[in-house]
């Protein structure tokens, strides 16, 4: 796999921000961003299949909720950016306590 290197301007909040994300997991600030930016295009991948599945699901069974399918994309497009707001770590400890409480967390 070759590579090309890319600079990024960043604010000073979200340097700081990112740093100490990236010391904390005892990687470099260019891995930590490298890793945040695949694992953002695994989720969309993961998004899109999913809304596939549902999408063939759907045209097969009548729905099963009251809300439509713009409602439903809202409520993905919010959780995908309060997920990248929080990062990996705080969206974990949110998962694990939704499951705590018996309810099912999306993924």
Do not use: C, F, N
């Amino acid at each position: 796999m070759s590579s090309t290197h890319v600079s990024v301007r960043l604010s000073s909040d979200a340097w700081t921000r990112y740093s100490a994300e990236a010391q904390a997991r005892g990687v470099a600030l260019g891995t930590y961003l490298r890793q945040r930016l695949e694992e953002q295009d695994r989720l969309v991948a993961e998004l899109a299949i999913r809304a596939a599945a549902e999408q063939g699901a759907s045209s097969r069974e009548p729905p099963a909720s009251s809300a439509s399918a713009s409602d439903s994309g809202t409520l993905v497009e919010v959780l995908l950016l309060l997920r990248s707001l929080a990062g990996p770590q705080k969206s974990a400890v949110a998962q694990k306590e939704v499951e705590r409480r018996g309810l099912s967390s999306w993924r």
